[in-house]
Protein backbone atom coordinates (compact mmCIF):
# COMPACT_ATOMS: atom_id res chain seq x y z
CA UNK A 1 0.00 0.00 0.00
CA UNK A 2 1.28 3.28 -0.85
CA UNK A 3 0.17 6.69 0.29
CA UNK A 4 0.57 9.23 -2.16
CA UNK A 5 0.95 13.22 -1.13
CA UNK A 6 0.54 16.34 -3.27
CA UNK A 7 0.56 20.27 -2.21
CA UNK A 8 2.30 21.60 -5.04
CA UNK A 9 -0.35 24.33 -5.78
CA UNK A 10 -3.52 25.30 -4.26
CA UNK A 11 -5.35 22.20 -5.47
CA UNK A 12 -3.92 19.43 -2.80
CA UNK A 13 -4.70 15.38 -2.10
CA UNK A 14 -3.64 12.38 -1.26
CA UNK A 15 -4.65 8.94 -2.72
CA UNK A 16 -3.97 5.37 -1.35
CA UNK A 17 -2.47 2.85 -4.34
CA UNK A 18 -2.37 -0.65 -4.47
CA UNK A 19 -1.22 -3.07 -6.34
CA UNK A 20 -1.10 -0.57 -9.66
CA UNK A 21 -4.66 0.09 -9.11
CA UNK A 22 -5.52 3.64 -7.40
CA UNK A 23 -8.50 2.83 -4.09
CA UNK A 24 -8.87 6.07 -2.66
CA UNK A 25 -7.82 9.79 -3.50
CA UNK A 26 -9.08 13.21 -1.36
CA UNK A 27 -8.85 16.65 -3.04
CA UNK A 28 -9.01 20.23 -1.70
CA UNK A 29 -8.37 23.77 -2.51
CA UNK A 30 -6.67 26.09 0.01
CA UNK A 31 -5.34 29.48 -0.80
CA UNK A 32 -2.82 29.48 2.09
CA UNK A 33 -2.59 26.28 4.69
CA UNK A 34 -2.47 22.90 3.47
CA UNK A 35 -1.64 21.95 6.78
CA UNK A 36 -4.77 22.47 8.47
CA UNK A 37 -6.38 19.97 5.63
CA UNK A 38 -3.29 17.55 4.99
CA UNK A 39 -2.51 15.67 8.05
CA UNK A 40 -6.34 15.42 8.98
CA UNK A 41 -7.15 13.69 5.73
CA UNK A 42 -4.16 11.53 6.08
CA UNK A 43 -5.86 10.12 9.18
CA UNK A 44 -8.98 9.97 8.31
CA UNK A 45 -8.42 7.85 4.80
CA UNK A 46 -6.17 5.22 6.92
CA UNK A 47 -8.81 5.07 9.40
CA UNK A 48 -11.19 4.48 6.44
CA UNK A 49 -9.44 1.61 5.28
CA UNK A 50 -8.51 -0.01 8.43
CA UNK A 51 -4.69 1.03 7.99
CA UNK A 52 -2.24 2.72 9.85
CA UNK A 53 1.43 4.25 8.80
CA UNK A 54 3.55 0.85 9.39
CA UNK A 55 1.29 -0.58 7.09
CA UNK A 56 2.25 1.32 3.96
CA UNK A 57 4.90 0.06 1.67
CA UNK A 58 5.52 3.58 0.57
CA UNK A 59 5.13 7.02 -0.02
CA UNK A 60 5.47 9.23 -2.84
CA UNK A 61 5.56 13.21 -2.58
CA UNK A 62 5.02 15.82 -5.41
CA UNK A 63 8.27 18.09 -5.49
CA UNK A 64 6.71 21.30 -7.61
CA UNK A 65 7.47 23.36 -9.00
CA UNK A 66 4.63 25.08 -7.06
CA UNK A 67 4.24 26.99 -4.11
CA UNK A 68 7.13 27.40 -1.82
CA UNK A 69 5.06 27.14 1.57
CA UNK A 70 2.64 24.35 -0.08
CA UNK A 71 5.67 22.46 -1.27
CA UNK A 72 7.53 21.99 2.26
CA UNK A 73 4.21 21.21 3.93
CA UNK A 74 3.94 18.11 1.59
CA UNK A 75 7.49 17.11 1.56
CA UNK A 76 8.05 17.89 5.19
CA UNK A 77 4.94 15.78 6.47
CA UNK A 78 6.02 12.99 4.07
CA UNK A 79 9.82 12.85 5.14
CA UNK A 80 8.18 12.91 8.83
CA UNK A 81 5.94 9.63 8.29
CA UNK A 82 8.59 8.13 6.12
CA UNK A 83 11.79 8.42 8.48
CA UNK A 84 9.39 7.61 11.80
CA UNK A 85 8.49 4.38 10.27
CA UNK A 86 11.48 3.35 7.81
CA UNK A 87 9.20 3.74 5.25
CA UNK A 88 10.51 3.95 1.06
CA UNK A 89 10.29 7.45 0.19
CA UNK A 90 9.95 8.32 -3.51
CA UNK A 91 9.54 12.12 -5.10
CA UNK A 92 8.24 13.25 -8.57
CA UNK A 93 8.41 16.23 -10.32
CA UNK A 94 4.74 17.81 -10.16
CA UNK A 95 4.97 18.78 -14.14
CA UNK A 96 6.03 14.54 -14.84
CA UNK A 97 2.55 13.72 -13.22
CA UNK A 98 0.65 16.20 -15.34
CA UNK A 99 1.59 14.66 -18.26
CA UNK A 100 2.14 11.63 -17.70
CA UNK A 101 -1.37 10.01 -18.54
CA UNK A 102 -1.20 11.70 -21.89
CA UNK A 103 2.45 10.17 -23.02
CA UNK A 104 3.00 7.74 -25.48
CA UNK A 105 0.01 8.57 -28.04
CA UNK A 106 2.65 9.53 -30.47
CA UNK A 107 1.85 13.47 -30.05
CA UNK A 108 3.72 15.70 -28.24
CA UNK A 109 3.11 17.30 -24.91
CA UNK A 110 3.48 20.37 -22.76
CA UNK A 111 2.93 19.93 -18.90
CA UNK A 112 2.28 23.40 -17.35
CA UNK A 113 1.61 25.61 -14.20
CA UNK A 114 1.91 29.01 -13.70
CA UNK A 115 4.95 30.54 -11.35
CA UNK A 116 3.34 34.10 -11.69
CA UNK A 117 5.00 37.52 -13.10
CA UNK A 118 2.81 36.58 -15.95
CA UNK A 119 5.52 33.22 -16.34
CA UNK A 120 4.66 29.53 -17.02
CA UNK A 121 7.13 26.57 -16.26
CA UNK A 122 6.79 23.86 -18.52
CA UNK A 123 7.97 20.50 -19.24
CA UNK A 124 7.63 19.68 -22.75
CA UNK A 125 8.05 15.79 -24.25
CA UNK A 126 8.39 14.66 -27.19
CA UNK A 127 5.82 12.19 -29.22
CA UNK A 128 7.88 9.13 -27.85
CA UNK A 129 7.10 10.57 -24.71
CA UNK A 130 11.00 11.44 -23.55
CA UNK A 131 11.81 14.95 -22.05
CA UNK A 132 12.71 17.14 -24.48
CA UNK A 133 14.64 19.49 -22.08
CA UNK A 134 15.10 20.67 -18.20
CA UNK A 135 11.79 21.75 -16.91
CA UNK A 136 11.92 26.01 -18.24
CA UNK A 137 10.66 28.78 -16.86
CA UNK A 138 8.93 31.28 -20.01
CA UNK A 139 6.05 33.31 -21.30
CA UNK A 140 3.20 31.85 -22.31
CA UNK A 141 3.92 33.57 -26.06
CA UNK A 142 6.81 31.86 -26.19
CA UNK A 143 5.69 28.18 -25.93
CA UNK A 144 3.19 29.24 -28.43
CA UNK A 145 5.50 30.32 -31.18
CA UNK A 146 7.00 27.16 -30.50
CA UNK A 147 4.70 24.67 -31.93
CA UNK A 148 4.68 23.72 -35.14
CA UNK A 149 2.81 20.86 -35.08
CA UNK A 150 0.26 19.29 -33.01
CA UNK A 151 0.43 19.39 -29.11
CA UNK A 152 -1.25 18.39 -26.22
CA UNK A 153 -1.33 20.64 -23.43
CA UNK A 154 -2.13 19.65 -20.02
CA UNK A 155 -1.69 21.00 -15.99
CA UNK A 156 -2.70 23.82 -13.82
CA UNK A 157 -1.23 26.50 -15.95
CA UNK A 158 -3.84 26.19 -18.60
CA UNK A 159 -5.94 27.84 -16.27
CA UNK A 160 -4.46 31.18 -17.25
CA UNK A 161 -3.89 30.57 -21.14
CA UNK A 162 -6.45 28.54 -22.07
CA UNK A 163 -8.16 30.85 -24.89
CA UNK A 164 -4.73 32.12 -25.89
CA UNK A 165 -4.01 28.21 -27.00
CA UNK A 166 -6.91 27.91 -28.50
CA UNK A 167 -7.53 31.17 -29.88
CA UNK A 168 -3.69 31.12 -31.60
CA UNK A 169 -3.50 27.30 -32.40
CA UNK A 170 -6.50 26.57 -33.51
CA UNK A 171 -6.32 22.59 -34.32
CA UNK A 172 -2.68 22.41 -33.65
CA UNK A 173 -3.50 22.97 -29.86
CA UNK A 174 -5.11 19.97 -27.77
CA UNK A 175 -6.00 21.40 -24.34
CA UNK A 176 -6.67 18.91 -21.59
CA UNK A 177 -9.25 20.57 -19.21
CA UNK A 178 -7.12 20.53 -15.82
CA UNK A 179 -8.67 17.60 -12.64
CA UNK A 180 -6.45 17.34 -9.44
CA UNK A 181 -7.41 13.99 -9.41
CA UNK A 182 -5.39 12.83 -12.28
CA UNK A 183 -2.08 14.25 -11.31
CA UNK A 184 -2.70 12.57 -7.79
CA UNK A 185 -3.52 9.39 -9.83
CA UNK A 186 -0.10 9.66 -11.29
CA UNK A 187 1.61 10.27 -8.24
CA UNK A 188 0.36 7.29 -6.48
CA UNK A 189 0.74 4.94 -9.68
CA UNK A 190 4.13 6.09 -10.60
CA UNK A 191 5.25 6.14 -7.08
CA UNK A 192 4.69 2.85 -6.46
CA UNK A 193 6.24 1.62 -9.60
CA UNK A 194 9.36 3.37 -8.92
CA UNK A 195 9.53 2.22 -5.36
CA UNK A 196 9.02 -1.51 -6.63
CA UNK A 197 11.63 -1.08 -9.17
CA UNK A 198 14.35 1.18 -8.00
CA UNK A 199 13.54 1.35 -3.89
CA UNK A 200 13.18 5.44 -2.31
CA UNK A 201 15.46 8.39 -2.90
CA UNK A 202 17.51 9.52 -0.01
CA UNK A 203 15.67 11.64 2.61
CA UNK A 204 18.41 13.33 3.29
CA UNK A 205 19.02 14.96 0.52
CA UNK A 206 15.78 14.93 -1.15
CA UNK A 207 14.22 18.64 -1.90
CA UNK A 208 11.05 20.38 -3.35
CA UNK A 209 11.77 21.61 -7.04
CA UNK A 210 11.46 25.27 -6.63
CA UNK A 211 12.78 26.34 -10.02
CA UNK A 212 12.82 30.16 -8.75
CA UNK A 213 13.40 30.87 -5.05
CA UNK A 214 10.29 33.30 -3.37
CA UNK A 215 10.26 36.73 -3.98
CA UNK A 216 11.11 37.31 -0.13
CA UNK A 217 14.26 37.45 1.08
CA UNK A 218 17.75 37.87 -0.17
CA UNK A 219 19.28 36.99 -2.66
CA UNK A 220 16.87 36.48 -5.71
CA UNK A 221 17.63 33.24 -7.99
CA UNK A 222 16.13 30.65 -9.68
CA UNK A 223 17.43 27.07 -7.68
CA UNK A 224 17.26 24.44 -10.27
CA UNK A 225 17.89 20.93 -7.91
CA UNK A 226 17.74 17.90 -10.04
CA UNK A 227 15.76 15.12 -9.10
CA UNK A 228 14.87 11.43 -10.50
CA UNK A 229 11.56 12.22 -12.89
CA UNK A 230 9.00 9.36 -14.36
CA UNK A 231 11.34 6.60 -16.23
Same mark, same amino acid.
Given at each position: ?? %? #????????? /? +??LAQDG????????????NHSANLIPAISDVLKQHEISIKDLDGIACALGPGSFSA?????????? %? #????????? /? +?????????AFLNNGIPVNGICDVGRQEIA???????????????????????GRVKHLTIFCGEGLMIMEDKIRNELGELGIVIPFCPSTRLWSLATCG?????EKGGNDIRTLQPYYLRMPSIGTPKRRDVVPQRGIQ
Open positions: ML %L #AIDTSTRYA /G +IAQVISIRNWYSKTLRVGLSTAKA %L #ALADGIPLM /G +IKTLDLEAHVAAFEATGKQIEETTIMKPEELIERLIN
